[in-house]
């Protein structure tokens, strides 16, 4: 992430779009902005439903965001990312994110994986069949009702407050910066 950013900084007019207007790119920024809020809605519904029932990490939890995708918070952060790129950066940017979020996070699935295989062997098995690892079916999308599968609760929110801020922030001074 240094790395990437120390990049982006001493190259900034190869990544960011450069002063762009018209219905396009306000049509993406638009569109990077709604998938960051999804993203972070996604993380506090998942973060919070999985505390309030996990019982310490004895449980598998399949109900929630977890009855859609196996990993929400890595979703959340996909969607918070893809916004972010689709905000400020060239188109290409996307690719780079992508086999960067990959090369980060694929491994870290994988490793909770076999932990969760160990821990519920017949129910963890069963579980994957049924959900997919990071990407929803859209089909399950329409066929719930939203609040069973992103349900919210105000203190949800207070454990993902960081973030939330820290994202603005960020987005803020990229704005900024670009001027």
Same mark, same amino acid.
């Given at each position: 992430?240094?790395?990437? %950013?120390?990049?982006?900084?001493?190259?900034?007019?190869?990544?960011?779009?450069?002063?762009?207007?018209?219905?396009?790119?306000?049509?993406? $920024?638009?569109?990077?902005?709604?998938?960051?809020?999804?993203?972070?809605? #996604? $993380?506090?519904?998942?973060?919070?439903?999985?505390?309030?029932?996990?019982?310490?990490?004895?449980? %598998?939890?399949?109900?929630?965001?977890?009855?859609?995708?196996?990993?929400?918070?890595?979703?959340?952060i996909l969607?918070?990312?893809?916004?972010?790129?689709?905000?400020?950066?060239?188109?290409?940017?996307?690719?780079?994110? %992508?086999?960067?979020?990959?090369?980060r996070y694929?491994?870290?699935?994988?490793?909770?994986?076999?932990?969760?295989?160990?821990?519920?062997?017949?129910?963890?098995?069963?579980?994957?069949?049924?959900?997919? $690892?990071?990407?929803?079916?859209i089909l399950?999308? #329409? $066929?719930?009702?939203?609040?069973?599968?992103?349900? %919210?609760?105000?203190?949800?929110?207070?454990?993902? #407050?960081?973030?939330?801020?820290?994202?603005?922030?960020?987005?803020?001074?990229?704005?900024?910066?670009?001027?």
């Amino acid at each position: 992430m240094a790395l990437a %950013l120390i990049l982006v900084v001493l190259f900034r007019k190869t990544f960011f779009r450069q002063n762009a207007s018209g219905w396009p790119e306000h049509t993406l $920024r638009a569109t990077g902005l709604l998938a960051m809020f999804l993203g972070q809605l #996604i $993380r506090v519904s998942a973060r919070g439903y999985k505390a309030e029932h996990s019982k310490n990490s004895h449980a %598998l939890i399949e109900g929630g965001p977890y009855q859609v995708v196996r990993n929400p918070m890595y979703l959340g952060i996909l969607l918070i990312g893809l916004g972010v790129v689709m905000m400020l950066f060239n188109w290409w940017v996307i690719l780079l994110f %992508l086999l960067i979020f990959a090369s980060r996070y694929f491994p870290l699935i994988l490793s909770e994986e076999k932990k969760l295989r160990g821990m519920f062997p017949g129910t963890y098995a069963a579980y994957c069949r049924r959900v997919p $690892r990071i990407m929803p079916c859209i089909l399950s999308l #329409i $066929r719930l009702n939203v609040k069973e599968y992103l349900p %919210l609760k105000p203190a949800w929110f207070k454990k993902e #407050i960081s973030s939330i801020i820290t994202l603005l922030i960020v987005i803020l001074l990229f704005f900024l910066w670009r001027r």
